[in-house]
């Protein structure tokens, strides 16, 4: 579990970067991210399915790319599609038990979240990029 979500207890809010990739509704800690740009050339950057294991958008249906660089490893993942920050009540963040989070094979995912939008609800998933295995070598 993040050291931001234990330290705030069921209390407040976490600031979460969200988008979506693999068909999901996904999230990583606003303070985990150092930017957001426009990338022109997305030939050099693993795209975020690859690298936590979703499955990629088929070819057609990609809008334009955006490179998001993570701020700790100065690293940049490729991410497609509307990027929002949004304040996650921490009350609505339930990581995953030990189990779960052992078996699955979505890489660096440790929390799901209940987002709340205009009376509509949404799962979120939150994913740690320190917990994730090295991305698969391109072929």
Not at 116 to 125: I, P, R
Request: proline share 10%.
């Amino acid at each position: 579990m993040s050291s931001e979500i234990a330290a705030r207890g069921a209390v407040g809010t976490l600031a979460v970067v969200l988008f979506t990739a693999g068909g999901c509704r996904v999230g990583l800690e606003a303070a985990r991210v150092a930017e957001l740009r426009q990338s022109s050339s997305a030939a050099d950057i693993d795209d975020f399915e690859t690298l936590f294991g979703l499955t990629p958008p088929a070819k057609a249906h990609q809008p334009p790319p955006q490179a998001m660089r993570l701020r700790e490893t100065r690293t940049d993942i490729l991410v497609r599609g509307p990027v929002d920050l949004v304040q996650l009540p921490v009350a609505r963040i339930h990581p995953l038990p030990p189990l779960l989070a052992a078996r699955t094979g979505l890489r660096g995912l440790y929390a799901l979240a209940i987002l709340e939008d205009a009376g509509e609800y949404s799962l979120v998933l939150l994913f740690d990029p320190d917990l994730r295995s090295p991305a698969p070598p391109r072929g």
